[in-house]
Each structure stands twice: as C-alpha cells, then as structure tokens.
C-alpha cells in the first residue's frame, strides 16, 4: 500500500502560478505511474498530467503548455501550474498505480481556486 499527501493547494489570480507537491510513503518500489487528477464542484474527476517510473509524461489537452509534471524523487512529484485560469479551480489529487497488485492509491487533495 502507499500512503499520498498533497501540498501546495491555495488561491491564486488568473495568469499566476502555483505548484503541487505530493509525497509518497509505503510500498513506493511497487509504483509504476504516478498521476495528478482535479475535481470540480459538480464535474467528474478528470486525468491532468501523468508521469511514469521511466519519468514518460502525459497531459490533458486542456493544460498542455501550461502545466509540468515531474518526478523528483522516487516518492515525490510535482505539478507546476502556470498561467493559471477560473477554469483550473479543483481540488487536485495525487494518485499511485502499482502494477504489481493492480491498485491504484490516492491523496486527500489539496485546493486550488483561481479568481481575482
């Protein structure tokens, strides 16, 4: 099992930046991919950026040039967002997928919220 925890959450103007964090802890040899997923008030939880052990990334279309995913460490990435916009407003989670046992693991999340 690994255990996730988001940081870097918080309000920023339209046109700033913020950068997410998440640290893992536990079975963290067994992670494949790691992903950063957002949520908005009555949306479905949709895929953001993904990042793989080889460190191969994936974004969504809608954060393309905006967004940078990246691996630090084993146990850490990161999501730099820039030129943020009203729309990015979600709560951001971080998630594990490990192949060895097929199981995905998530964090808490962490805010973020775009507004003037």
């Known amino acids: 099992q690994v255990q996730l925890v988001e940081s870097g959450g918080g309000l920023v103007q339209p046109g700033g930046s913020l950068r997410l964090s998440c640290a893992a802890s536990?079975?963290?040899?067994?992670?494949?991919?790691m992903r950063w997923y957002r949520q908005a008030p009555g949306k479905q939880r949709e895929l953001v950026a993904s990042?793989?052990?080889?460190?191969?990334t994936a974004y969504a279309d809608s954060v393309k040039g905006r967004f940078t995913i990246s691996r630090d460490n084993l146990n850490k990435i990161s999501l730099q967002m820039n030129d943020l916009k009203p729309e990015d407003t979600a709560v951001y989670y971080c998630?594990?997928?490990?192949?060895?046992?097929?199981?995905?693991?998530w964090g808490q999340g962490t805010q973020v919220t775009v507004s003037s």
């Open positions: 998630n594990a997928y490990s192949s060895g046992n097929n199981r995905n693991d």
């Open positions: 536990g079975s963290i040899f067994s992670i494949e991919i």
């Open positions: 990042i793989s052990r080889r460190r191969i």
